[in-house]
């Protein structure tokens, strides 16, 4: 990784900190004057301009070399820290042949010609993505050694792309990029299809050490997030949304408002219809010269809501109708064997019930977009993960056709799916529109925890029967809970296949009759995908249940874990007792579901944690596994207890297999940030409804895990592989919170079914 030099003294000159100026942003008088950190020796910093056209070629959208020699590679993915620029222009520079130090990159903006822009569900590199990217690079360098070998009277076969150049070594003759750009550009562009791609071998930055090249823009405090966008002549807007789903304006008096200095404009915003999908909730805008004074504005509006049907809707009776739904048989999803005959012919029968309340994204950047409509069109400025989503719902609030619209993309101070879901950016468009000027909403704290959408509540219910000799011969799985599809469409009652594929319909299960079932369930806050999705709710009730059933058969936990998953093999359909297996869309033949990958995971976590010692070395440990987004990751946790006597995660070992991996520098830091992730859902996660309203407002009452509860240490192990690329931004925050309760359980003797942990007292 590229050293940033950064004198100390000036590091702590720009926090506040150096002698004699103490408070942030105040620097001595003899301070000297700031310098501008030098740029990358290598891959230069990303920036937001347009690719360029200069007359050299540009293959596709995503490459442009220049005659000057300088490459430029468009990141169509958004950067929220899980490094995607510094990943994904690599690689295709990489099958280039390019030098890194010539290589410019640009963030794509919301395009079609992209193609799939979104950056959620893992997918900015796994499935077909990898193989699509690595084609790119390769037509360029396609048409480049044919221009060379066509002004050399040779074979193409014989030339080959390296160091930014195209090389003949039997005539030890060589050319640069630049120079055949223009030649190359004349040349009837390759079939992508068909393009062939570099052996495995040839790619000589895959998998190894890549430099961040956002990091120094970051920690110098130059990066361009959402709410640093400034355009001359904007204006701030924050809204007063109706607290309840549904709700609408029922009186409203801005005259309090408009007499705040800065105050410009109140506007009242239209109502949305189900099903919301991406339409904004509507409510009051105060649009103001600053965010303060907007803030301002909106504290004193007098308005009242008409709160609409979901106002009965109270998490602690809901909670109850879940339980209540898979205490009772629900729709079959899953069959094998006849789980009816089975379960009352069992010696044992052990039986247990989890529940998980809604969630938050709760990204440290709000939402946040500017927004400039004119009469030819409008520019968004957002912090998008689907900038072709904004850049769709936009033009339809506008009545515009979307070639009129431009979304730019800034970096994301955080997402986990929230920044998917362009309603903000929507709000932005209507009100520049209404006020004729650009105009930046602005979500504070309150408004993202209380307005936005949330992940799904749950229960669970599952029951095992054992022979008499402890072997497990039965398994019913039952689960009910709001479905993502409500927030698109109305009369859903049930989970989708994919929904119901993160964990309940695609996990091996070593036992002669399963039967999974999933229970009715109806939504009254807006759904959405976050961070590993279902598969958080899924991973904790059937990890945790194993480490159950481990002791009620008075086995290892970790031996238990690998007989219920079984022998080495890869799933069938016919096996797990579906018709299909969503597979997060990927195909089996190449993307098998692998018990050999599920134990390798296991065996190599345990190992790095020395999980056959815990007793010898008084620890307790809990241990996990789960695939999600075609990756494998198992988790052990360590407990201890604190001073208090409340329960403290000490250590984790984190082991993923995520197949072909491009940058394992970022893999490593997103796998243990999801260790961070889950631990907060774990102890802390909970957004509870009264009233139809979110009860909580800040993060004082929506706790995130904080320095003082962080492990010691988090070890993580990628697993060297070839096998086709999975995803890495989510499968690792499944398995973290099962494998803490399991701990807990090993040090307590208290099982924990009902998240967060912080409800029960144990931190």
């Known amino acids: 990784m590229r050293e940033i030099l950064v004198p100390r003294r000036s590091f702590l000159v ?431 704290r309150t408004d993202d925890l209380q307005h936005g959408y949330f992940h799904t509540t749950s229960a669970q219910r599952l029951e095992a029967g054992l022979d008499a000799t402890g072997k497990v011969v039965a398994w019913l799985h039952r689960t009910s809970f709001p479905s993502i599809s409500s927030t698109f469409a109305l009369g859903v009652t049930h989970a989708s296949d994919g929904e119901l594929g993160q964990g309940v319909l695609d996990l091996p299960l070593a036992i002669p009759n399963v039967r999974a079932e999933n229970g009715e369930a109806i939504a009254h806050v807006r759904i959405g995908w976050l961070r590993s999705v279902c598969n958080l709710h899924h991973a904790f009730a059937l990890c945790s249940f194993i480490d159950e059933l481990a002791h009620a058969r008075g086995k290892d936990p970790r031996d238990n874990l690998l007989e219920i998953l079984g022998a080495d093999r890869h799933v069938t359909p016919e096996e797990l007792g579906v018709k299909k297996v969503p597979n997060y869309g990927a195909k089996l033949d190449r993307y098998p579901i692998d018990v050999a990958r599920y134990r390798h995971c296991v065996e190599r976590v345990t190992d790095l944690a020395r999980w056959a010692d815990r007793a010898k070395d008084g620890r307790s440990l809990g241990l996990a596994v789960h695939h999600s987004f075609l990756t494998y990751v198992a988790v052990v946790a360590s407990v201890v207890k604190d001073v208090r006597g409340k329960v403290h995660v000490d250590e984790a070992w984190v082991v993923a297999d995520a197949g072909t991996v491009v940058n394992p520098d970022r893999v490593s830091a997103m796998m243990e940030g999801a260790v961070i992730f889950g631990m907060s859902l774990a102890l802390h996660g909970s957004i509870t409804m009264k009233n139809g309203a979110v009860e909580q407002t800040n993060f004082h009452d929506y706790r995130m895990a904080r320095m003082p509860e962080a492990p010691r240490a988090i070890h993580v192990e990628i697993v060297p592989s070839d096998a086709p690329p999975g995803g890495v931004g989510e499968p690792g925050a499944p398995p973290v919170a099962p494998a803490i309760a399991n701990a807990v359980f090993a040090l307590t003797g208290t099982r924990v079914r009902d998240l967060p942990m912080a409800k029960w007292g144990l931190v």
């Not at 809901?318 to 006849?338: F, I, Q, T």
């Open 14 to 444: 720009s926090l506040g900190l150096a002698t004699g100026a103490f408070a942030v942003g105040i620097r001595p008088a003899n301070a000297k004057p700031k310098t501008k950190p030098p740029e990358p020796k290598s891959w230069r910093r990303p920036t937001f301009e347009q690719m360029p056209n200069d007359g050299g070629v540009t293959p596709n959208a995503f490459v442009h070399i220049a005659t000057g020699g300088l490459v430029t590679i468009a990141c169509a993915r958004s950067e929220m820290g899980q490094g995607v620029r510094s990943s994904l222009p690599a690689l295709v520079a990489d099958e280039l042949g390019a030098d890194p130090s010539r290589v410019a990159i640009v963030q794509a903006d919301g395009d079609e010609a992209y193609g799939n822009q979104d950056t959620d569900g893992s997918s900015s590199v796994r499935g077909d993505a990898y193989e699509e990217l690595r084609r790119l690079g390769a037509t360029a360098r396609v048409m480049l050694i044919e221009a060379a070998a066509k002004r050399w009277n040779v074979a193409p076969a014989q030339c080959e792309a390296r160091d930014h150049q195209i090389v003949h070594a039997k005539s030890k003759r060589q050319v640069g990029f630049g120079d055949l750009a223009a030649d190359a550009a004349k040349l009837a562009l390759p079939k992508i299809a068909d393009v062939p791609l570099r052996p495995t071998s040839e790619l000589r930055r895959v998998g190894k050490a890549l430099p961040h090249v956002d990091a120094p823009d970051i920690v110098t405090g130059r990066a361009t997030y959402g709410a640093d966008v400034r355009l001359p002549g904007m204006l701030t807007a924050v809204i007063a949304r109706p607290p309840v789903v549904g709700g609408k304006i029922g009186k409203l008096d801005g005259a309090r408002a408009l007499q705040v200095p800065g105050v410009r404009r109140v506007i009242d915003l239209p109502a949305p219809t189900a099903p919301y999908a991406f339409q904004p909730l509507g409510g009051v805008a105060v649009v103001a010269d600053t965010t303060w004074a907007a803030m301002r504005g909106r504290a004193v509006l007098d308005v009242t809501w008409e709160p609409g049907a979901n106002v009965t809707y109270d998490s602690t009776t809901y909670r109850e109708s879940l339980l209540a739904s898979v205490r009772a048989p629900g729709k079959n999803v899953r069959d094998v064997g006849d789980v009816d005959a089975a379960l009352p012919k069992a010696s044992t029968r052990v039986v247990a019930e989890y529940t998980v309340p809604h969630l938050a994204h709760a990204p440290m950047e709000p939402p946040v977009s500017v927004a400039h409509v004119t009469d030819d069109g409008c520019e968004i400025w957002s912090p998008t993960q689907s900038p072709q989503d904004a850049r769709e719902n936009v033009a339809k609030a506008l009545s515009l056709d979307a070639s009129k619209v431009r979304v730019r993309v800034t970096l994301l101070g955080g997402a986990f799916g929230r920044k998917a879901k362009p309603d903000y950016d929507v709000e932005a468009a209507l009100i520049s529109k209404a006020v004729r000027a650009p105009v930046r909403v602005q979500w504070t």
